[in-house]
């Protein structure tokens, strides 16, 4: 690599690559203001201004060319636009949310939303990386984020448990997925995605190359909670701050989903891999779904609804075809709305003092009646993350099951059918409790019948604008298109980067 002309690159480097760089800056400036001015109430401003700055940025470079910065190390332009978009979208959304529930569990710090802020940077790395030392450098600097934010309660026995749980497992996960690194990088010569098929041609099925892919998708299915890795989700999920809870299983498992894409589009032989991502892909999807219907706890029965919602998506990744990824693509935006709305609900309805820990499902009985809003919007999510059309959810599960079927893999999709039709036996019990149930039922230790739950406005804005994007989502004119476009762009360019 000549490095002889880097410093006259930077420039334009530093500009391409500008929401990355503007967040990485306002998570500097949150962090000194706090310094001097400890939980200004300021703060969560410049991360929502920075963040819908770099929200507008990557909008104006959907249309534009692929290209690569830094060395070819990250991506910026057309694909890399819209997953970025879908990463600062959802963060933005969670960090609205997060405002008004961070100060009612008295934990409104300042550092929060500079880690917020690291976080999606991470996650952007991640998610646009072009080299395997770009994913690792993405993905440490997501995790270590998330791992704080996870304990964020430290006077909570839970929080700390969730906490310590997911770092050990995490840093477990994050071994296999260096050494996984090693080994590719030892077999193929390269750590530059679209040089690695070439170095495999070159060495040929080598024992080291193999075994630097199987380790390397173990870090993978840790991070997307594929089964059998999934053993962390529920536990962090029900221990952390319900907000950045619902902002955890969206961008990260959207940053972490399209760096597989990238490596398997990239990196990895053709067809090789179709039947290891099927059988995860039905394992997490019937796992998830039979965990999720025994759980009393709604944050973590979402949790368990999360993993299962991870084996829609690699029912798509395992059709190995541009349209599949680009379903798998499309879906991430569509889980991403879901779910931030769902948990910004369940945040809302919070009262058990233990950041929705301890809740039952039972405890929220007649919410819809006695906040009719609460209880259509989550209708809506519980209706969506079913795939009962019209809704956004039916689109995304049509998305990544089709191509399934064009691929030859009809009986997978069949199974990702029934385990959607089983989901309902959760999702429709969530919309029976909040709407048909009398609030006289809610037990004992429950706020009592009459009791508000208040909703602010900037919440009540993020779940109106979720409900309505799955609503219409469905129906915008090529935006289903326009992520298959990007394949077909990437396999036009991938000789040329």
């Known amino acids: 690599m000549d490095l002889s002309q880097a410093?006259?690159?930077?420039?334009?480097?530093?500009?391409?690559?500008?929401p990355l760089v503007?967040?990485?800056?306002?998570?500097?400036?949150?962090?000194?203001?706090?310094?001097?001015?400890n939980n200004d109430p300021l703060l969560p401003y410049i991360a929502g201004g920075a963040l819908a700055i770099g929200l507008v940025f990557e909008g104006s470079q959907l249309a534009s060319e692929q290209t690569t910065l830094f060395y070819g190390n990250i991506r910026?332009?057309?694909?890399?636009?819209?997953?970025?978009?879908?990463?600062?979208?959802?963060?933005?959304l969670s960090v609205v949310l997060?405002?008004?529930?961070?100060r009612q569990i008295k934990h409104a710090y300042g550092e929060v939303y500079a880690l917020m802020l690291f976080a999606t940077v991470g996650m952007m790395a991640l998610a646009t990386g072009n080299s395997l030392i770009m994913l690792f450098v993405g993905l440490e600097t997501m995790s270590v984020c998330l791992y704080i934010l996870v304990g964020l309660v430290r006077k909570d026995e839970g929080s700390i448990e969730s906490a310590f749980k997911y770092f050990v497992l995490g840093a477990f996960a994050t071994g296999f997925f260096l050494y996984g690194i090693a080994l590719l990088y030892g077999a193929t010569g390269t750590v530059y995605l679209h040089e690695m098929q070439s170095g495999f041609a070159q060495s040929g099925a080598t024992t080291m190359f193999w075994a630097g892919v199987g380790l390397?998708?173990?870090?993978?299915f840790f991070k997307v909670s594929a089964v059998p890795f999934h053993m962390w989700t529920p536990d962090a999920y029900q221990g952390a701050p319900t907000t950045l809870t619902g902002y955890m299983?969206?961008?990260?498992?959207?940053?972490?989903?399209?760096?597989?894409i990238l490596v398997l589009y990239y990196a990895l032989p053709p067809e090789?891999?179709?039947?290891?991502?099927a059988v995860v892909a039905v394992l997490t999807m019937v796992a998830g779904n039979v965990l999720a219907l025994?759980?009393?706890?709604?944050?973590?029965m979402l949790a368990y609804s999360s993993i299962a919602h991870g084996g829609y998506i690699l029912v798509g990744l395992a059709a190995g075809t541009a349209a599949g990824y680009s379903g798998a693509l499309y879906y991430l935006l569509i889980y991403s709305i879901m779910n931030i709305g769902a948990f910004g609900v369940i945040a809302l309805l919070e009262w058990d003092g233990k950041i929705g820990r301890e809740q039952t499902m039972e405890s929220l009985s007649g919410i819809g009646t006695q906040r009719p809003f609460l209880g259509l919007a989550m209708a809506v999510f519980m209706f969506s993350l079913i795939g009962f059309p019209p809704f956004g959810g039916f689109f995304g599960k049509v998305a990544v099951f089709g191509p399934a079927i064009d691929a030859g893999l009809t009986w997978l999709a069949v199974i990702g059918l029934l385990a959607s039709v089983a989901s309902a036996g959760y999702y429709l019990r969530v919309v029976y409790v909040f709407s048909f149930k009398s609030a006289d039922e809610r037990p004992a230790e429950a706020p009592a019948t009459g009791t508000g739950f208040n909703v602010p406005f900037s919440s009540l804005a993020v779940l109106s604008l979720c409900v309505v994007l799955l609503v219409v989502v469905g129906f915008i004119p090529g935006l289903r298109d326009v992520t298959t476009h990007y394949f077909i762009d990437m396999a036009v360019a991938a000789g040329t980067l």
């Open 7 to 18: 410093y006259d690159a930077m420039l334009g480097d530093l500009a391409g690559a500008f």
């Open 22 to 37: 503007l967040l990485a800056v306002a998570g500097l400036v949150i962090v000194v203001w706090d310094a001097f001015r």
């Open 76 to 92: 910026a332009g057309g694909f890399a636009a819209f997953i970025n978009m879908v990463l600062l979208g959802g963060t933005l």
């Open 98 to 102: 997060s405002v008004p529930y961070l």
């Open 216 to 220: 390397l998708l173990v870090g993978f």
């Open 249 to 260: 299983s969206t961008t990260s498992k959207a940053a972490a989903f399209t760096a597989l």
């Open 272 to 277: 090789r891999w179709t039947t290891v991502l």
């Open 294 to 300: 025994a759980q009393d706890n709604v944050k973590r």
